[in-house]
């Protein structure tokens, strides 16, 4: 079992950076693959990247390739994910997940077992 716990989110104009961490507890993070989530209000919670359990196999979704960037850092059991060029369509509501490296839905909350309680990210029109 793994503990999740973001941080990192604020208010940011358009157009800034933030970078959020995900810490986890517990001695298994290396043999999970990770993700990243967030929800806006009103909505579903909707897929914004993953990361393989050893830092390889990187994928996004389309809204943020190439402004957002996922690393992990096993030693330190952290997760992180690099947000550039925030637009105020990335308000939302950023949660970390954990779940096991081979999933038929990676892309979706199905494909993750853990969650963090997410952080808020704002930024204003």
């Known amino acids: 079992q793994v503990q999740l716990v973001e941080s990192g989110g604020g208010l940011v104009q358009a157009g800034g950076s933030l970078r959020l961490s995900c810490a986890a507890s517990g001695r298994t993070f290396s043999s999970y693959a990770m993700g990243w989530f967030r929800q806006a209000p009103g909505k579903e919670r909707e897929f914004v990247a993953r990361i393989g359990s050893s830092g390889g196999f990187k994928y996004y979704a389309d809204s943020v390739k190439g402004r957002f960037t996922i690393s992990r850092d096993n030693a330190k059991n952290t997760l992180y994910l690099q947000m550039n060029s925030l637009n105020p369509e990335d308000t939302a509501v950023y949660y970390c997940?954990?779940?096991?490296?081979?999933?038929?839905?990676?892309?979706?909350?199905?494909?993750?077992?853990?969650w963090g309680q997410g952080t808020q990210v704002t930024v204003p029109s």
């Open positions: 997940a954990a779940g096991p490296i081979s999933t038929s839905y990676p892309r979706t909350p199905a494909g993750y077992d853990y």
